[in-house]
């Protein structure tokens, strides 16, 4: 190909790197510096409601993995459905969050986390103690609104990159 | 004296940086002139067909993220919609808005991953890409904020989106479309003229008109080639009737060409994002469907514009809750079909480009 233009492309070029040198950097030092995930965020481990749930079974149902493993007993005295064992395989989990939008009494939420790496697979099968929420352990936002409304303020690339320094 | 020589064979792939997935190309060469090219496909075979065939009708939505990763959402777009062709399922008025909304937006996050790979094929290395992974980022963080996932977002239902949009979406969706047609304008400056890239992609790897009709390629591989085709006008689905953009063409079908196209399909999708925007009625998110849903005897094909191409889904329902057949039309896989035609003739280099500027994504070729 004949030489056309001269570099005339190649300076144009240049002259956007060059004026990149003094725009602020958009990235983050992590392990440092923690931004806010998504009030929604489907993150690691399921959390469980002991005093709602009914043993209905449907989250289970749902789950195209079928990670859920519920058994249930009938208790004669209280006329319902006992809770035997409730246990969710989170290594065979892939946070579709089917089985928090199934369950009809609001007793199932995604966890608000993330940072859930384990050393040993054993440790990723969670049973009833290991569902409950807790201080570490706190449920997200993804289809209960009402909780979503507490939570802090997602952090957005968008507001952080203010383009020139 | 004259030198005798023979055409060997060489493997590129299956791992190879620029093969953008485990995809192997078992190329013949004549010195450094490509003779011969034969694609090696299902390196990544998952068996989603099979797969989708044992789950419910709900439950096949997070394997459909999982076939094309970057551009999900379109392809729960194109599975809801022949569920509910399948199912007769009507959706409300706010929710197709939301949906145009995230497939457009979809469409320009997976256009500036193929532009930038592109350009990092040619030569360019890494910087392009990054500037437009900087400008993706911030698509992925509404996708979040509305789903609470980046990659596999598993958001459109049939009959609907599963949950409606936050307070402060619009907000943030607002500010991206002011900013974003300044960035792609820096796109442009940084090589749209750059005469080396002119150099190594214009007239490489040429699809001709008639090959690229032949073939049933689609998407901009398509439109490259000068073909003004795109479903959103030939068959329009969901409410893309209701939009103004035009259909952005090449007129060689080269690689040069291809990349263009997808530039202009990013400035279009803007357009359509602007009157979505204002247009979008407020409502229920979700008709009412069943939990497990018994579409009756019957099959459907739903198909979309994905970013990629035609991208269609094929269900046979024999009323019980779970698909009878699951078929996927994947526009890569069938666009990768015509690979052969461009490359042979050119250098070792060339397919380098020529395999970039398809624009592949191994999750669907192989599924």
Partial sequence: MKFERYGIGIAKGLSVTIRHLLRRPVTTQYPEQRLNTSRRIRGNELIWDREKCTGCATCAKTCPQ??????????????????????????????????????????????????????????????????LASDERKPSGYAHPEIAATLPKQTLLLDKDRGKR | MVIKTEPFVVNIGPAHPSTHGVFRMRTTLDGEVIVDMEP????????????????TYTGCIPLTDRLDYLASMSNNLAYCLAVEKLAGIPVPERAEYIRVIMAELQRIASHLIAVGSFLNDCGAFMT???????????????????????????????????????????????????????????????????????????????LPRELAVNTSASGPVFRASGVKWDIRRADPYSIYDRFEFDIPTGSVGDCYDRYRVRIEEMQQSLRILKQAMEQLPKGEVRSDVPHLIRPPVGEAYGHIEAPKGELGFYLVSDNSI??????????????????????????????IIIFGSIDICMGEVDR
């Avoid at chain 1, 989990?93 to 009809?104: K, N, S, Y």
């Avoid at chain 2, 090696?40 to 789950?55: D, N, P, Q, S, T």
């Avoid at chain 2, 461009?342 to 280099?349: L, N, Q, T």
């Fill in chain 2, 128 to 206: 392009p890409i990054l500037y437009m992974i900087r400008e993706r980022e911030k698509i992925l963080d509404l996708f979040e904020m509305v789903c609470g996932q980046r990659l596999t977002y598993n958001y459109m239902r049939v009959g609907g989106v599963s949950q409606d949009i936050p307070d402060e979406f619009l907000p943030a969706l607002d500010k991206f479309l002011k900013e974003m047609p300044g960035w792609i304008d820096e796109y442009d400056r940084l090589l749209k003229e750059n005469e080396i890239l002119l150099a190594r992609s214009k007239g490489v790897g040429i």
């Fill in chain 2, 40 to 55: 090696v496909f299902g390196y990544l075979h998952r068996g989603i067909e099979k797969l989708a065939e044992e789950r």
């Fill in chain 2, 322 to 351: 779970a698909p009878y057949r699951f078929h996927v039309r994947a526009p890569t896989l069938i666009n990768l079909t015509a690979l052969r035609d461009m490359m042979v003739g050119w250098k070792v280099a060339d397919l």
């Fill in chain 1, 66 to 131: 079928g990670v859920i493993h519920i058994v249930t007993s009938v208790s004669i005295e209280e006329n319902k459905y006992k809770v035997e064992k409730f246990e969710v395989d989170t290594g065979y989990c892939i946070f579709c969050g089917l089985c928090v939008e199934a369950c009809p009494y609001e007793a199932l939420f995604m966890g608000y986390a993330y940072e859930r790496a384990r050393y040993r697979r054993g440790e990723l099968v969670l049973a009833e103690e290991g569902l």
